[in-house]
């Protein structure tokens, strides 16, 4: 089975040029074209569903705001990226499929066509290959859990949900168990209640905040391994923090990412304990102390200014030459740029199909996965709690200029924002980066730049390492802020240590983040 379009595919890009060079050669089988209704045919390309028809000569030439490419007047080219489903109703052939309506806006769109002349075996045969080349790895007819947080982006979720979700869902022959959240904490009761059996994805129609409940309340359940690997947990961008929307889907667009999530390939995710106090929980994005930290949740109430809320934070204190004093002790995997160079780039070319993958989701064979010590429940945590005494091998040292102590899971922590240029998916370690605080102010602004830019892994000063747990203690006196996947926890004591491909998602590549690497 050919696999679906991957990540540097493009839905918008002129798919017909690979038609006018090889279609009309012997690369195509005969069986690929299929003759329907007058004047008619239907041709499976190299990567696009060639549509040849002469009614569309009497249609406007500029075809969709000039996005849908066209190489003749009677020629259009779907991706097969963009094929939702085809099925024969009646006596029409009708084809389901998502058509640009901007640069950022897919819509479901359909076509039709009669099939009188040919036989039914013949176009059974083809809509099987048209899906099998549509979807590759990705699973057709999704059973979805769907969360709606009304009160995200600025309470227009729901709408976005109805306007630009469900069609595609629905065209793509999902199956959607819709449910508006009430309250915060409200995903976490719902996904230690459902019925793993019952669904196949748990699509949050927010920011990044339900995917954090989610994973939580699988993580609650007596079965906690086995729904983390069987649910796939996904983000339908709806927030003002979209970071995961970013990693696996490469956008920030609902209808673009509900396409992604409706061709996703399942992906394991390495996930994070965080032990704080008595309490454990799971962090699939990232946890801070210092200015990333504060420059997030202390500014809560500027969110009038949108994404600037963030910039202007980072700068107030910047200037401010914020100190951040905490002692930190950390187990270390990878400590240089360049061993963390060729390892990013070894894990990126050694992909594996997703059937290839399942049978070592719970091998336990290396320093970056805990041992079980429960078949059913989390994992069991092999450097203990925050509260228990330091694992062997373990420093506690004092980092009394510390300016930003940053863990990552993912590479995207906002549109535009790529701190963690080496994260992987399923490699097993999380990405330190620590910085202090007493930089130079144009260091510093250098640095804020060079996440935008791509340059920041390479930046002298910015310390980067792979790593398996730590455990940091704040020195300072006070109420302060520590960020866990972008929530607020109690300014104490925590550690953490990460479970290598305990979660599922969905990504468009199946191995990879969207963000541009190493």
Not at 12 to 22: G, L, Y
Not at 328 to 353: F, G, L, Q, T
């Amino acid at each position: 089975m050919t696999t679906a379009a991957m990540a540097t595919d493009n839905p918008f890009v002129d798919p017909i040029a690979s038609f006018e060079e090889h279609g009309r050669d012997h690369s195509f089988a005969v069986d690929s074209t299929l003759p329907v209704g007058k004047n008619a045919s239907l041709t499976l390309g190299t990567d696009s569903l060639i549509v040849l028809d002469e009614a569309f000569e009497k249609r406007d030439r500029t075809n969709c705001c000039g996005l849908w490419p066209s190489g003749t007047a009677n020629t259009r080219a779907i991706p097969f990226y963009n094929i939702l489903w085809a099925e024969l109703q009646d006596d029409e052939l009708r084809i389901d499929y998502a058509s640009p309506a901007s640069k950022t806006v897919v819509r479901a769109a359909t076509l039709k066509y009669p099939f009188e002349r040919q036989t039914l075996e013949v176009v059974h045969k083809w809509i099987i290959k048209l899906l099998d080349r549509s979807y590759g790895e990705s699973q057709r007819i999704k059973r979805m859990k769907v969360l709606v947080n009304p009160h995200s982006g600025k309470g227009s979720a729901e709408k976005w949900y109805h306007r630009d979700v469900e069609p595609l869902l629905i065209a793509a022959r999902c199956t959607i168990d819709m449910q508006k959240t009430k309250y915060s904490g409200e995903a976490v009761e719902i996904a230690e209640k459902m019925d793993i059996e019952a669904f196949d994805v748990v699509a949050s129609c927010s920011g990044d905040g339900l995917p954090y409940e989610v994973f939580n309340g699988l993580a609650k359940r007596a079965d906690a391994k086995k729904a983390l690997t069987k649910i796939a947990v996904v983000n339908l961008p709806c927030g003002s923090g979209n970071a995961m929307s970013w990693n696996l889907n490469g956008t920030d667009s609902n209808s673009l990412a509900t396409l992604a999530v409706i061709k996703g390939i399942p992906t394991p995710l390495d996930l994070i304990s965080i032990t704080q106090g008595e309490t454990r929980t799971l962090s699939f994005l990232s946890q801070s102390v210092g200015i990333v930290a504060e420059s997030d949740l202390a500014t809560e109430n500027l969110r009038w200014m949108g994404g600037q809320r963030f910039t202007y934070g980072f700068l107030v204190r910047l200037w401010e030459k914020a100190l951040y004093p905490c002692d930190i002790a950390i187990k270390v995997a990878i400590d240089d740029k360049p061993s963390i160079k060729e390892h990013y780039r070894r894990e990126k070319s050694n992909h594996e199909p997703a059937s290839e993958r399942r049978g070592y989701r719970n091998l336990l064979d290396d320093d970056a996965s805990a041992s079980s010590g429960n078949d059913d429940g989390l994992p069991s945590l092999r450097y203990g709690t925050v509260n228990d005494k330091l694992p062997e091998g373990w420093e506690l040292v004092p980092y009394d200029r510390l300016g930003n102590f940053y863990c990552g899971n993912m590479a995207y922590m906002a549109a535009d924002s790529v701190f963690f240029q080496a994260a992987l998916p399923n490699d097993g370690y999380m990405d330190l980066v620590c910085i202090n605080g007493d930089i130079p102010r144009t260091t510093a602004i250098k640095m804020m730049l060079g996440v935008e830019n791509g340059n920041f892994f390479d930046m002298p000063g910015v310390w980067y390492r792979k790593v398996l747990g730590y455990r940091i203690i704040p020195k300072s006196k006070g109420d302060g802020y520590i960020s866990i996947d972008g929530e607020r926890v109690p300014f104490q004591p925590f550690q953490a240590e990460v479970h290598k491909g305990l979660g599922t998602v969905l990504s468009k590549s199946g191995h990879m983040y969207e963000a541009p690497g190493l």
